[in-house]
């Protein structure tokens, strides 16, 4: 299944998203986590090659080699990658092995889409779960949409909500409303909000959507700071 002669998916424009994101990645010489479909083995692998206009991208040799026999049977693989704070993920298909049994690579086919949190200029940091953050969504009529803060910083964050809650209070892109933020053991954090992007729900995973702060306050966006800052401590102290 990997040895197609010509292999190529939809090709992708350079203006698009998802290659903008590759793009990143390739230039930053990122190290990417690979693991494929009912494995939880991962390898390392990095980006040497992006061709959009063939809608593909070419991925170096695995490190340590993934079994070539769940590659075969499912070309299936996810990847991740962390750039600048950033936890950058997508799912992607492996269209064609090359080269050398001991140095191989791979080509891929663009993703459909590309899970990058980070589209704002101040650095992001991510919140565990087991920190247990809530986040309220307040529209009209008194309407509530509750879910876990998963990223956050002083200009926005992005947030796991139940598919239900955004459809009953409408989340799309460019709602408006309020928001409450449990971050602290001060009272909640409170400020008005725009959605600027809704990735919906997929099979057991949740909504995820991602918020800008309009006009946040000078008191709150310093909570934000500090606890972005303490978040990023913690992170360091367990690399």
């Not at 990735?199 to 500090?226: H, M, N, Q, W, Y």
Request: glycine share 8%; aromatic share 6%.
């Amino acid at each position: 299944m990997l040895n197609r002669k010509s292999a190529r998916g939809a090709a992708v424009a350079s203006d698009d998203e998802r290659h903008q994101a590759l793009e990143q990645i390739h230039a930053a010489h990122c190290l990417l986590e690979v693991r494929c479909e009912g494995d939880d083995r991962a390898a390392q692998s990095a980006i040497i090659e992006l061709v959009p206009e063939r809608g593909y991208f070419v991925l170096d040799a695995f490190t340590p080699p993934l079994d070539p026999q769940r590659l075969a049977a499912s070309p299936q693989i996810q990847v991740r990658a962390r750039l600048d704070g950033r936890d950058i993920r997508f799912a992607t298909r492996l269209l064609k092995q090359g080269g050398k049994r001991g140095a191989p690579y791979y080509m891929a086919a663009y993703p459909e889409h590309v899970d990058n949190p980070q589209r704002r200029r101040e650095f992001r940091v991510n919140v565990p779960l087991d920190k247990g953050a809530q986040v309220v969504l307040h529209g009209a009529g008194g309407l509530q949409a509750r879910g876990e803060l998963r990223d956050l910083s002083p200009s926005g964050f992005s947030a796991h909500l139940d598919a239900a809650e955004c459809e009953r209070v409408g989340l799309d892109n460019g709602w408006r409303g309020t928001c409450s933020l449990n971050i602290d053991s001060v009272a909640a954090l409170t400020g008005a909000v725009e959605v600027c992007h809704v990735k919906p729900a997929t099979g057991p995973l949740p909504a995820r959507v991602g918020v800008c702060f309009v006009d946040l306050d000078a008191r709150s966006e310093r909570r934000i700071e500090r606890y972005v800052a303490e978040l990023d401590r913690e992170r360091a102290r367990l690399r």
